[in-house]
């Protein structure tokens, strides 16, 4: 009789210098199956898929990986992606000066006369890209994309090198909800056609809609296993921390004080257009729209990393103008961005270095670091956002990628700002710790912080927000508050014509 499963892992170990990622994990999976993996942030979800992705090797003998039938070692990963087992990563691991055929292609590009095919590439490119309905020019460098097309470049890669398993590690983190409909509708038909896919995702809704199965992963241990259709989100939850959350989000309910911030036409060209708004002490502005909308821009300006092509900014009662982020940080301000991989974290360095980066002008003695505050940083850090690492003098490298946004975080509170810009911050963080850090930053504005707050999360941003701006096509197109935010009514500020009358490009 043929085997009912096509991948089976058995007695899983992994462990790491003081820490055991994996212990005696095992994973069954059918063809054409999706199945959820779910766990807290550094419960073992990427060691267990690197371990199938041939990228680890399990700790002893015991450990074993049953592959179509046969008894499989992939002692490297170029093996377990030649057998059809292809990983889509966390950390996106795409070569941003390539473009976007190229990345597809990477490692298997087409040849002619010994040299590159670029017809044949582009065209192979082009198909698959398609098959996925992402309209994004071959011939794009990747950097020059946004997170969410990139992610779909690295599923068209998937399918491109044939995948018969497709691991995805958050795919979703940077879509919003109108391009993950198009992401999972691809995942449907993947799997139509057989193919087995695992997903990784701290987001529980997402977990119901597309999986057939979710298993849990708890302290390195397997936790649980449920048949989607016949479990509820709750109990995955209890199963995942042990106790279940009842009210996510918590609005903070501090009285505004004094304005802090107001921009008056700020333009940029081709990015954002006549932004105007403030933001006063101890309130949350949510900027929501669909990536590309002109988000990031507008708040990359506000912290000098870019530069406004007109328009005025105003800050604690005076006018400003910032121009690069060590300004903007002698100002109090802190930028907290998207991508913690490119912009937020030394890799190769200490968890404890890592949180105390951006607070070093302030910790100098005598012109060397006072080390003995680099560890209070971070053991305090450690204890209010519950990072998880093995000791302070860790690589963060080494960490899990929800930790990894963790002491991204930290090392931005870390200077206590008046001002907290935040773009995606609970991007990767697990249910349990994002409604630690939604209460947490609601507690910083009581205090007298500001915060501005970028989410793609629908939920998140009407969780938390004080006040929202709609931001399309680089332009604020509403400003919602108090019952006013709500679902409804922002997806008509984001979809509908625009009612903007002075804009005669527009109409
Ligand atoms: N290369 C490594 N060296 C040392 N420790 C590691 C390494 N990779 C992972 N770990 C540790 O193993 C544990 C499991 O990490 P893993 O990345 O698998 O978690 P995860 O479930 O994917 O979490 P997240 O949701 O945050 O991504 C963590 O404690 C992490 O710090
Ligand atoms: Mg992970």
Known sequence: MENEYILEMRHITKSF?????LDDVDLKLRPGEVLALCGENGAGKSTLMKVLAGIYQPDSDKGEIYYQGQRRIFKAPVEAKQA????????????????????????????KHGRIDWKTLYEDARKVLAEIKCDVDPKTPIGSLPIAQRQMVEIARGIALGAKILILDEPTSSLTDKEKDVFFENIRELKQKGTSVIYISHKMDEIMEISDRAMVLRDGKASGDFATANTTIDEIIQCMIGRSISNYYIKNKAQPGEE????????REGQYEDISFSVRRGEIVGLYGLVGAGRTEIVESLFGITRPSRGDIYYKGKKIQIRNSVQAVRHKMAFVPENRKEQGLVLGETCRKNISLVKLPWIKKGGFVDTAKTFEIYEEYRHKLKINAASSEQLTAQLSGGNQQKIVLGKWLAIQ???????????????????DIHRFISQLAEEGMAVILISSEMPEIIGVSNRLLCIRDGRICAQLSGEDINEQRIINAIMNQPEDRSNPAAS
């Open 17 to 21: 210098p003081g820490v055991t990622a």
């Open 84 to 111: 059809g087992i292809i990983m889509v990563f966390q950390e996106l691991s795409l070569v941003m000066d390539l473009s976007v055929a190229e990345n597809i292609y990477l490692g298997s590009l087409p040849l």
């Open 260 to 267: 802090l911030l107001r921009v008056e036409g700020l333009c």
């Open 417 to 435: 700002p008046d001002l907290l810009i935040l773009d995606e911050p609970t991007r990767g963080i697990d249910i349990g710790a994002k409604a």
